[in-house]
């Protein structure tokens, strides 16, 4: 089993920067893919970014390309997210999720395990 807990969300304002953090625990994540999901009331789960278990193909959702970027330390068993030219669409819980395997890393069913969510808040 594997762990993920989110961290890093909070309230900021728009064109503000925000860097999410998963840490993983009960496994090493070293050969898994990672990615991140958010969610806005009312929406489905989207994919946001997602990161190969090298760390050398990442995948990002066009409406953050540019403007975002995903990295892994599997030293550290870690993921993050660095936001940047946060937007009020971008408000949403974003969850973090990882899975073994070839599967289509911006498909949420590929996702074996999920954290609980961290919520992000970009005010006008």
């Known amino acids: 089993q594997v762990q993920l807990v989110e961290s890093g969300g909070g309230l900021v304002q728009a064109g503000g920067s925000l860097r999410l953090s998963c840490a993983a625990s009960?496994?090493?994540?070293?050969?898994?893919?990672m990615g991140w999901f958010r969610q806005a009331p009312g929406k489905e789960r989207e994919f946001v970014a997602a990161?190969?278990?090298?760390?050398?193909?990442?995948y990002y959702a066009d409406s953050v390309k540019g403007r975002f970027n995903i990295s892994r330390d599997n030293a550290k068993n870690a993921m993050y997210l660095q936001m940047n030219s946060l937007n009020p669409e971008d408000t949403a819980v974003y969850y973090c999720?990882?899975?073994?395997?070839?599967?289509?890393?911006?498909?949420?069913?590929?996702?074996?395990?999920w954290g609980h969510g961290t919520q992000v808040t970009v005010s006008s």
């Open positions: 990161i190969r278990w090298s760390g050398g193909s990442t």
């Open positions: 009960g496994r090493t994540v070293g050969m898994y893919t």
């Open positions: 999720g990882a899975f073994r395997g070839y599967y289509s890393p911006a498909s949420r069913s590929s996702y074996e395990y």
